[in-house]
């Protein structure tokens, strides 16, 4: 596995090294001593996918309150995603930035998003199916988020969207 910190701290990029023989390959996905050695979170405690019928829906952007705040390890295991992480931490130096990541079935990748950024993102295909491993238990009261489309933040997401909650519709400004 090859472990990329990003532009802002503690996000990073896991990407896999398929060992491929005759028969096709085999792949890690997890491996608590390489997460551990990178100073990541290697306890997570749930285990939850999503499903978008239309490419082009929109998930996001959601994070929880401290003291549930969670640290998620996404990956696209059918399809694709344009996938965003915000950061939301009140004295982070580089607070309200983002960056957007392409995961796909084929590549493989695994985005890690720390406590304290905002996550969301638009599929790319139709039929898409979203992996996500999860520090904390889904806590609804400490649940919130921010508008995708939030002047603060001006994410250049690939295109309008065409599918959303009203949930994610109404997020209050960040500012
Ligand atoms: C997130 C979540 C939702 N639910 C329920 C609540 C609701 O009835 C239904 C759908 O929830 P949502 O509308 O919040 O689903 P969704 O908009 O797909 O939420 C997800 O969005 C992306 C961007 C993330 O980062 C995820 O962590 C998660 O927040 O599932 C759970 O039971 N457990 C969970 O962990």
């Known amino acids: 596995m090859r472990f990329t910190e990003t532009e802002l701290k503690g996000v990073w990029l896991i990407e896999p090294t398929p060992m491929v023989d005759d028969r096709g390959s085999f792949t890690r996905f997890f491996c608590e001593k390489e997460m551990a050695d990178c100073g990541l979170v290697t306890r997570f405690v749930q285990h939850s996918r ?7 829906t929109l998930r996001g952007l959601h994070y929880q309150r401290e003291p549930y705040a969670e640290v998620k390890l996404v990956s696209c295991v059918r399809g694709a995603i344009f996938d965003v992480v915000v950061d939301m931490r009140p004295n982070s130096p580089t607070r309200y930035r983002w960056l957007g990541f ?18 969301g993102l638009q599929t790319l295909t139709d039929d898409t199916e979203v992996s996500y491993l999860i520090s904390q238990f889904y806590t609804p009261h400490a649940s919130t988020g921010a508008r995708y489309n939030d002047p603060a933040f ?16 109404s997020w209050p400004p960040v500012r």
């Open 50 to 56: 999503s499903c978008s019928t239309a490419k082009g």
């Open 102 to 119: 392409e995961l796909t079935h084929e590549n493989r990748r695994q985005l890690y998003i720390p406590a304290g950024f905002a996550h």
């Open 154 to 169: 001006s994410i250049d997401w690939p295109e309008s969207p065409t599918a959303m909650s009203e949930r994610d519709r």
